[in-house]
């Protein structure tokens, strides 16, 4: 399990104003992704996403893990909660929340999958 951050997410329900947001912070540009309602950030390392209508107001990190089904398991094993891995054209994911709270995410690539 490497924990290494790979992806992050900006939540939007307005997805114009957090373009001009971050753009401007930042310089980074917004372009449409592979899924609807999505939009990818090019600019940062880690490449990053804004999920549009995404009312949860927090960033979400996501942290490479070499087995997916193993993290999801553990990370309930240690008193925090996990969605059931979701299969991506690119890998898999799962959301997460820890023990005190926190939001965060799993991913695993697709390379790496069993």
């Known amino acids: 399990m ?8 900006l939540p939007s329900t307005d997805i114009e104003a957090t373009q001009r947001f ?3 912070l930042f ?3 917004f372009y449409e992704g592979n899924f609807p ?4 950030i090019q600019g940062p390392e880690p490449m990053g996403g804004a999920p549009h209508d995404d009312s949860s107001r927090h960033p979400r990190i996501f942290f490479a893990v070499d087995d997916i089904t193993a993290a999801v398991a553990r ?4 008193g925090g909660t996990a969605e059931d891995p979701v299969s991506i054209p690119f890998g898999a994911y799962a959301h997460c929340i820890d023990d005190q709270g926190v939001e965060f995410s799993l991913s695993q690539q697709a390379g790496d999958q069993d």
């Open 2 to 9: 490497s924990g290494q951050v790979t992806y992050f997410e």
């Open 22 to 24: 971050w753009g401007s």
């Open 27 to 29: 310089g980074w540009t």
């Open 37 to 40: 309602g999505y939009s990818m």
């Open 75 to 78: 990370v309930r094993d240690l």
